[in-house]
């Protein structure tokens, strides 16, 4: 890290990083133990879904609020309040299922406290990610600004891979299924006192801006740098122009792109941890039905991981074709994965698909921006991500009921998305859309 930025030391670099991880794991860290925790409370499994959306949801609704908050209460304290906002979460939320766990709370009372103290990382567990990039960005110079944000942003991706990853060791004797959530809080607590302690609040060097995170999940893009500042000159033609709409023909194609491609990878991401259980018969051992789970998480991980920081880069795949490639691969990897009955063609199937979203999100993404020019690319910038978190608000729970109805509705639905992203793609993205 101490080559990264010559105006960020690399201690501090490190607690920048430590705050973009700790947020993203811990919630994926919850992801793959709170199926296994529903079970065993016979929790109905769309509730258990339900939790997760309201989070989303606030996370959607906060993010720009926080973002412009930044700029106006100071970037340290943001990243405060969005650790505070963390940490407070995990460790009410074990509490809770650790009392429900034990028959200390009734089944529906523990689940709608459990609802009640994640609305804290939905509400504001979304300060932190871009009060880091706005604090790196308005400290380091143009020159070495980009991979100061890319190594940060990493941070995010990184931590979809280490929370399902560690959750299963810190399912701990006493506590339970609860361990992780708690164990999380205090890797929380130790955060916010290097926060405090090692990172000053010192005058920016630079306007900035920080990017408004999508809410993390296992198959999330990790967050994308820019190296763009708010001090830039303006051209009056390009202030007096309109504003971006969410019908312009030039980005609507990649949003519709966007927003089937996306209900297909949040109702995936809804529904694994249930079949898991189902597939595996594990739903009396929910202790080793979470320890499963995120064993096939972490593999989604990281083949999400592998297709952006891998296979992109060496292929130099256009957006077209990482659209078209990943919607192809995503619905092999659904279909697999819905057919699948043993541990390794669920492993096999949920990366083949992950890797698929992996390759559709950043190319979704990248057609959106090089379909406008520069004056545009904030906007564009919010409609995408407006587009990623939206699809974690309804589709997991839906996808969920039409589990629980049929499987094979369920896991058709998804390759439907990813079939007709394949052929209405084929056309509707193309050069006139914003290839270039």
Known sequence: MSTISRSIPADRMAVLFAVMLVAAAGNTAMQSILPAIGAKLHI?????????????????????????????????????????????????????????????????????????????????????????????ASRTDPEERTQALSLV?????????????????????????????????????????????????DVPRFAARGNIASYPTTGGSPETAT??????????????????????PRVRPWLLAGLFGGQAQAMMLGVIGFLILDRLQLRLRPDEGAAMTGIVLMAGAFATLLSQWGLIPLLKMSPRTAVLVGAALGGIGTITTGLSFDLHGIIIGFALASLGFGLFRPGFTAGSSLAVPRRDQGAVAGMTASINGAAYIVSPAAGVLLYNWHPSVAYGLMAGFCGWLVLWGWKALRLEAGIN
Request: charged content about 10%; aromatic content about 12%; hydrophobic content about 55%.
């Open 44 to 136: 109905p499994d769309v509730w258990v879904s339900l939790a997760f959306s309201w989070s989303a949801l606030l996370w959607v609704l906060t993010a720009p609020h926080w973002a412009r908050q930044s700029d106006k209460r100071g970037r340290k304290a943001l990243m405060a309040l969005g650790v505070i906002g963390f940490m407070s979460s995990m460790a009410l939320c074990g509490l809770v299922l650790w009392a429900g766990l034990t028959g200390w709370l009734a089944a529906g009372v523990t689940f709608i406290l459990f609802a009640l103290f994640r609305s804290l990382y939905g509400g504001l567990g979304s300060a932190a990610p871009p009060a880091v990039q706005a604090y790196v």
């Open 153 to 201: 942003s990493s941070s995010f991706g990184l931590g979809t891979v280490i929370g399902p990853a560690i959750a299963p060791f810190f399912i701990l004797p006493i506590v339970g299924l609860a361990g992780p959530l708690l164990v999380f809080a205090l890797i929380g607590l130790t955060v916010l006192i290097a926060l405090r302690w090692r990172l000053p609040d």
């Open 227 to 248: 190296d763009e500042t708010e001090d830039e000159i303006v051209d009056p033609a390009s202030a007096a122009s309109p504003p971006l709409r969410w019908t312009d």
